[in-house]
């Protein structure tokens, strides 16, 4: 289960700190010195983790004929799902089959296609 943020956030006051982290990244990375830009980068990432917000680290490559590819991943840790997790054993010799009548016009033949080739007649 995910953990909840400190600071619960409604659609809109989210999408304006978002805004507000994003051009918090962009000075951080206009950043000559890397012990400056860890720095900042960590009260960004702090920051976004007190109000549920997730942040992903993009990198970029450029190949030789000009392709640009993009790949993000998480900054912060994903959260362990497995945990609480049991193993059930399988039911299958406990299934009913549900047996109801059928509305009039209702069958469990399958449709005649409408349209594609015509059927081989036999």
């Known amino acids: 289960m995910a953990q909840q943020p400190k600071y619960p956030l409604d659609d809109q006051d989210r999408a304006l700190v978002e805004e507000v982290l994003g051009l918090a990244q ?19 990432t702090d920051t976004a983790d007190l109000f549920g917000i997730e942040c992903q680290e993009i990198h970029v490559s450029v190949d030789e004929d000009g392709v640009v590819t993009a790949h993000t991943q998480p900054t912060q840790p994903l959260p362990d799902t497995r945990q609480g997790l049991k193993l059930v054993s399988d039911n299958s010799d406990k299934i009913v089959p549900l047996k109801a ?21 036999e």
């Not at 962009?26 to 960004?44: G, I, K, P, S």
């Not at 033949?109 to 080739?117: L, M, Q, V």
Request: net charge negative; charged share 40%; no cysteine.
């Open 101 to 121: 009548d059928l509305p009039e016009g209702f069958s469990l033949e399958p449709d005649k296609p409408r349209s594609g080739p015509p059927e081989a007649e």
């Open 26 to 44: 962009r000075l951080v990375d206009l950043q000559y010195d890397d012990e400056t830009h860890d720095e900042l980068q960590m009260v960004l």
